[in-house]
């Protein structure tokens, strides 16, 4: 299983996963355009993408998805309630629901996990392909508890650093979008963030991308700052890490 983050960020968001059976992209929050820019740049042909997993559908998830399903006619994997609200914002579209929060496509195995954002029915992904794993969470305020297991120990952690907290709240925004930010329904902090990979990265962890920077309430070196202080107060060391970018695709990782 190989990854690239295609793009990342407040404006939009789009992941590319690649195995020897199939090549899906996880949102399109991008143009169209520009995901097919970069597809090409790694030398993907648009029309090798057969699946894409949706997360839920906020304009940085789905911005290109109406025109790529239309040129491309990929199947969309939603649950039940996001079916019905994005049937209203792209129209028809071959889908397939996640079953049991669980789906099997090709040689993956997909899992589903609830995320707490201000979206209908947003989900997160945990993504296996035998021996393999990878965690894909963006956009959530918290996570639940009851996933602190299955999320522990996988190779590969595509995580939201959303927001430094002093900024956001010394930031532009106004005090209702503050709140709603740093919510529970809203998106990981820093510290948030790196508290929760503290408790989940292994012995088998080998990378970290932090993923949904904020363009106004944080930079990339507050959040390696952050994180390199939370792993000194746990007494860990982990020094494999990436910042996903607006506009700019990671390497294509081996996971």
């Known amino acids: ?38 597809l090409n740049g790694l030398n993907i042909n648009p029309t090798e993408i057969t699946h894409i997993l949706i997360t839920h559908n906020h304009a940085d998830h789905i911005k290109g998805l109406k025109i790529f399903i239309k040129k491309y006619n990929p199947i969309v994997h939603v649950t039940d309630k996001l079916l019905n609200v994005l049937k209203e914002e792209v129209g028809n579209f071959k ?47 918290y996570i639940n508890s009851k996933y602190f297991e ?27 979008l503050q709140q709603r930010v740093r919510g529970d329904k ?3 902090s820093n510290k948030q963030a790196s508290d929760y990979l503290c408790k989940f990265i292994g012995k088998d962890t080998k990378k970290i991308i932090f993923a949904h920077i904020s363009e106004h309430n944080n930079t990339e070196e507050k959040v390696l700052e ?26 294509l990782i081996e996971v």
Request: a negative charge; charged letters at 25%; proline letters at 1%.
């Open 226 to 251: 952050t994180f390199n202080e939370t792993l000194e107060k746990n007494n860990m060391n982990f020094d494999n890490v990436t910042i996903a970018r607006q506009n700019e695709c990671t390497e």
């Open 95 to 141: 889908y397939e629901l996640y079953e049991d929060r669980k789906t099997i496509i090709e040689d993956l195995e997909i899992n589903i996990i609830k995320t707490s954002h201000d979206a209908e029915d947003s989900v997160g992904f945990i993504i296996k392909q035998s021996s393999s794993s990878m965690v894909y969470i963006t956009d959530t305020g």
């Open 1 to 38: 299983m190989r990854v690239c983050v295609l793009s990342s960020g407040s404006k939009g968001n789009s992941c590319l996963i690649t195995t020897e059976k199939i090549k899906l992209l996880i949102d399109i929050g991008t143009t169209c355009a520009y995901v097919e820019k970069t």
């Open 186 to 188: 809203g998106h990981l």
């Open 150 to 176: 299955v999320l522990s120990n996988n190779n590969l952690y595509i995580m939201e650093s959303n927001h430094d907290i002093k900024m956001l709240m010394e930031g532009p925004y106004p005090y209702y």
